[in-house]
């Protein structure tokens, strides 16, 4: 049976602690059956002993019943697709730091392991006839070479040779130095047999793949200029046939063009666009193509959000696309027309260390759509959205450890900018046991990007930060998605800026408001959020203690040393540092350390290519040589993403807490002062 959720009633639960993120579960990457009876879905737990998120996979039907596990166990088990007549699920399989594809029987439960490659396969999709397989991986290529070591006699030992980079992106967050080769398109019989290449020209391949109803061709994404290292906002749509290897060019448009989805009735090619305009924030439309002409045209041009995915009705009268709408993720029905209505359901809870906007969804069957629904109090459980009424849902994965807890809950303000009266929006989360008779220290957390978004969503961290007796304040300044194209852009050029002024605002507010004690006001963020939470102490001296997280603190050296090295220095900037340095510096939280009286900590993950740990660095020995009451944290082994393992999400908070509860006035320190 489908599952009641209520929230908790009692006042005298325990509090969240650190220990109890180790509990946490939520549901990703829903599927749901061709038949729409069933559905399967990635279950994603916290395992204390390794100290990792544990992946498997797990189905229950769409009316709640029959919840159990598919495919568990050591290792982690993910992208579960059903075949086209839903008698068999294949996924991915990680053991041993091994990733391969699987298939699995469902009457008989018997399961074939269809790969055995040295690198990855990933984005599996099944041929409509079921008797293919695709999935992309890594082709490894020559390491480039310059000059020739001599012959190290027999039995020696000398170092590791020398490693010869030759590309512009020669790093990526959370993989460290890349390998040379480049991602192709592969296809295996469904029944098991010898993965078939079907690209072989070195070029970046984009999101997603789709078969032609046929089964005789795919179509994929890739930026197939000569100098595609160049251009790094440019994609293409291909068409490859499976028997014959010829390769079709699909769009030829400035800008990306990826995710294709073919119609149900094999008539048209569904897919996402964004244009290739110098600027910080390009939203993505949804284009529709007439396979029989080649004509496209956008199906959301009237639409000012950026579309996030779609998937195609089982009539392909309609598609279903989803996009985030004022911090909240939504799904929608599209006609072919354009005319949109919009779900009774808001989608999240599968990000679950800030409140950041997430989610996914599925449809099959006789569109039954299952999604990834969460709240303030809970992250992503399964449950069925059905028009006009409210999500049934089919899990309950943490009832078992939040529903014995007192949680903080969300309070949405809005307020007008100090800089131009533009309405900036807002959360509130206060302490469990608040007294509304008391005043309470604040934390400012400010998101990252910044183009991206924060909403009433479960926070692991925010909840921590209020179960220690803090009301948490987090917003949307401009620059942030979900408002439209233009309230994204406000920032092009100009970041940071007049987002310090959205956020001020906010803190002016919510001390009208009472409850908060002004001379107890503290500020945190990462990436984006540590470029602003920088920015403020060298701004104002009016918070008593600062966390700066994985910031970009020299936006000169950031662009010459980060990942995405190029499309950061070609994107957020209209010229090169060495041509323009005044630039780069007037917008350089550096600049401004000369003003900095404030207590900072820095916490950055030492293996963080995204915003390298340089710059934290810089920052640290600028406030050193100031005298400034400063700490750096590194977090060993730890990439951009901090919390991807469950330790390192709590060691950032209590890194946190810790520093701020220096600076921290209680009313015991107070009745103690003479």
Known sequence: MAVLITPTQASNLAIFEPGDVFGLEYADDPQVSPDGKQVAYVRVSMNIMTDTAHRAIWQVDAKGNNHQPLISGPGQYSSPRWSPSGDRLAYLSKVDDKTQLHVRWLETGATAKLTTLAEAPSDISWAPNGKWIAFTRKVPGPAPQLGAMPEKPKGASWADPAIVIDRMTYR????????????????????????????????????????????????????????????????????????????????????????????????FLAYLASSDQRQGYNPSQLMIMNLETGESRSLTSDFDRSIDDFQWSKAGEVLWIQYVDQGMTRIASLSLSGKQRQANAVLGGTSIGRPYTSGTFSINGDDTIVATIGSDKKPADLARVQPDESPLFLTDLNNDLLGSKTLASTQRVTWPSSHDGKLIEGWVMRPPEFDPASTYPLILEIHGGPHTAYGPNFSTEAQLYAAAGYIVFY????????????????????????????????????LQRGHIDPEQLFVTGGSGGGVLTAWIVGKTDRFKAAAVAKPVINWASFVLTADLNYYFATTWFDTTPWEDIQSYWDRSPLSLVGNVSTPTLLLTGELDYRTPISETEQYYQALKHRGVDTLMVRIPGANHSIYKRPSNLIAKVNSILAWFERYRSNEKDLLAAP
Request: overall charge negative.
């Open 172 to 267: 990526r967050d959370g993989g460290g130095n890349i390998a040379p080769g480049s991602k192709h398109l592969f296809a295996i019989p469904a029944q098991g047999g010898t993965p078939r290449q079907l690209t072989t020209a070195d070029y970046p391949m984009r999101k997603g793949i789709a078969w032609t109803r046929d089964s005789r061709d795919i179509f994929f994404s890739g930026n197939h200029s000569d100098d595609h290292e160049y251009q790094p906002r440019q994609s293409d749509l291909f068409k490859i046939s499976l028997i014959s290897g010829e390769l079709e060019p699909v769009t030829h448009q400035k800008g990306a063009e990826f995710s294709p989805a073919v119609s149900p009735n094999g008539l």
């Open 475 to 510: 917003a949307n300044p401009r620059g942030s998605t979900s408002y439209g194209e233009a309230f994204a852009n406000s920032i092009d050029l100009t970041y940071p800026g007049y987002d310090y002024d959205d956020l001020m605002a906010g803190i002016d507010y919510l």
